[in-house]
């Protein structure tokens, strides 16, 4: 059977297992096994087991449930709530700063969790109904917080760009900075949006009180004295600190990736033991056990991802289907976009873990014979998955904001992220077409890359 | 990657009361399980314990820093496998549910009882490779190629009892599943 008749059965094995509702390690485990045992050695099935483990006894790997942790804890304390209303403070007299201080703060939350739901929850359960009291509309309120929390997954420590420096064999160190320059173009995006959208709304409020109608919450100046601003930053700074800490320590060398994860994850919690007294085991269990619940449903995934990956790379499926897609001769962007198109159609059904191990060894190899860099593709493609996370059908964090926020209507909440897929769209237009805003941070503190 | 984060509708089905011997036998899963997750808890915190410390041993202390990430590498593969059946039991790890509306309850519930079947299928069979591998290091005396060098029968016992558990876990919520004509799901 030629190769490529393997790779379509292959491929829709794998569609059948997964659209069956079966979980999707077991489906791509499965998947795996059965085209092993029909088309490889007997002795390959062996060392299934042995494959799974090597894989994931990675400690880079193994830095994913620990920077989980460290999420978990300050996502499950007070940090998020203060955070922004610690920036709130400091911003409200720039015109639209309510809406400016929520991206600010769900971008320094998302860098210090590393988690795009964790952020739209800690900052949304305390932005949106301030928004909201402020007079501004429902729709940009959700928007602009689920918007936010996509910043989760390209802030470093993003988990997101673990897994894709494992399957890309990149520098993570460059990978996290390369996550920056993006990262604060998008915050610059969003604050523009969040100014403009406030000016329209502030002159419509006007406009109907100048007619006679409903003085909206809009048209009320705030005050808010000295007191206010510096109340919440002893609670605020230390979070930042580590944050920093946590930067530093990677980067001087002081600490491999791992071992920051570690680091970071103790120091979150001492840090909720001290400042939110969260220390008692009742308030520790439940973000240990949350944290064990995800790192174990994400690590079977990388797995037997990584076992389905090599089966593909065994029966020379992956190495076909690059060859096939350098044979098209499709132009450079041409490339990029169907590839980066795949990413979205994928994202519509799959978590970011698994659309990374498992197209890796498809799309890497052409994109890389095409001339890209894979670090500067590691940060667009991030960002193309973080609009799955706002755009249906699964968009997680419009579910997230709907649960923290039931009373705004689901298509209120869609219609609200619209203008922030558009912008991140918008942005990686611009990191195409200006690609140093993503490399060029990288390669300021390692030098050139040479990959 | 939701970080604790726990929405409405995603949160476990509860498992339907069953009475005789697989009420006894599910009773047990559950405590097996609850204990497990304790110990994994530990070993989770144990394992930033030991990678913190290699930032201080090697940088405030001058020692040298050998054991460490094999060490954190047995502790979090041990917890991540110990906890399989854990995360099983609250129907935690994620599929595809994109096809449910298209199906009838009564076609729903074969589906999901199909997908625990093949689930359970692999699971066995990984399972059964495990044992193989996990007596092979123990009868070879196999050991990471570090100089260190741990026995591999700790990781590869952790992954088998793990991956053990893992299978009881489905076996019992397929024979609910075929007890309750599918409630459980």
């Known amino acids: ?451 | 990657m939701s970080h604790g984060v726990e929405l409405e509708g995603t949160k476990p089905s509860l498992t339907p009361k069953v009475g005789g011997v697989l009420g006894t036998l599910v009773h047990w899963q559950a405590k097996i399980n609850s204990y497990v997750l304790f110990v994994s808890m530990l070993a989770l915190l144990a394992a930033c314990l030991v990678l913190t410390l290699s930032v201080v041993m090697r940088y405030f202390l001058k020692w040298p820093t050998d054991w460490q990430d094999e060490v954190s590498v047995f502790l979090l593969v041990g917890a991540v496998f110990m906890c399989g059946a854990y995360v099983q039991a609250e129907r935690g790890h994620i599929g595809i549910s994109a096809l449910e509306g298209f199906f009838s309850p009564a076609a729903n519930r074969m589906r999901l009882l199909f997908c625990d079947i093949a689930s359970l299928a692999f699971c066995t069979f990984f399972t059964y490779k495990t044992w193989s591998m996990l007596h092979e290091a123990v009868v070879e005396g196999q050991t990471t190629s570090s100089t260190w060098g741990p026995p591999l029968w700790i990781p590869y016992g952790l992954m088998a009892a793990g991956m053990t558990l893992l299978c009881l876990q489905m076996l019992l919520q397929i024979l609910i599943a075929l007890k309750t004509k599918g409630a459980a799901n």
């Open chain 1, 1 to 451: 059977m030629s190769v490529g008749i393997i790779g379509i059965l292959y491929g829709l094995g794998t569609l059948l297992f997964m659209f069956s509702g079966m979980p999707i390690a077991f489906a791509l485990g499965s998947i795996a096994v059965l085209f092993m045992f029909i088309f490889m050695p007997g002795s390959s099935l062996d060392t299934v087991t042995l494959n799974v483990y090597e894989e994931m006894a990675n400690i880079t790997l193994l830095s994913v449930p620990l920077f989980i942790l460290k999420g978990a804890a300050i996502g499950k304390s007070r940090a998020g709530a203060d955070l922004y209303l610690a920036i709130h403070a400091w911003m409200h007299k720039i015109p639209g700063g309510l809406g400016i201080a929520n991206v600010f703060a769900s971008a320094l939350f998302a860098a210090m969790s590393g988690s795009s739901p964790a952020t739209c929850s800690a900052i949304g359960s305390a932005g949106i109904p301030e928004m909201r009291a402020r007079g501004y509309s429902p729709r940009f309120a959700a928007g602009i917080i689920a918007a936010g929390g996509t910043l989760g997954i390209l802030l470093p420590p993003s988990i997101v760009m673990i897994l894709f420096s494992v399957a890309a064999e990149q520098s993570l160190g460059r990978l996290f900075l390369a996550g920056i320059g993006p990262g604060i173009l998008m915050v610059i995006l969003f604050s523009g949006y969040a100014a403009f959208r406030y000016k329209k709304e502030y002159k419509e409020a006007l406009d109907t009180y100048n007619q006679g109608g409903k003085k909206s919450a809009y048209l009320d100046a705030m005050r808010l004295t000295l007191y206010d601003k510096f109340r919440l930053l002893p609670r605020v700074v230390p979070f930042v600190t580590l944050l920093v800490g946590v930067m530093v320590a990677l980067y001087g060398g002081f600490a491999t990736p791992s071992e920051t994860a570690g680091l970071g994850g103790i120091l979150a919690l001492c840090l909720i033991a001290v400042i939110y007294r969260m220390w008692r085991p009742s308030q520790l269990k439940p973000i240990l056990s949350s944290t064990l619940k995800e790192s174990t449903m994400l690590m079977f995934i990388i797995g037997m991802s990584l076992l389905y990956s090599y089966v593909m790379s065994y029966l020379h499926i992956s190495q076909s289907a690059a060859e096939s897609i350098v044979a098209l001769s499709l132009s450079k962007w041409a490339l990029l976009s169907v590839i980066l198109l795949m990413v979205v159609v994928l994202g519509f059904f799959l978590p970011p873990v698994s659309i990374i191990l498992m197209t890796a060894p498809i799309i890497l190899p052409p994109l890389k014979a095409a001339g890209f860099d894979l670090i500067w593709f590691g940060v667009v493609m991030t960002i193309v998955m973080e609009m799955g996370l706002i755009h249906p059908p699964v968009g997680l964090n419009i579910f997230v904001i709907k649960n923290i926020a039931p009373d705004i209507p689901l298509k209120d909440i869609i219609w609200g992220v619209v203008p922030f897929v558009a912008l991140m769209m918008f942005a990686v237009l611009l990191i195409c077409i200006f690609p140093s805003i993503a490399t060029g941070f990288p390669d300021a503190v390692y030098g050139l890359s040479t990959k």
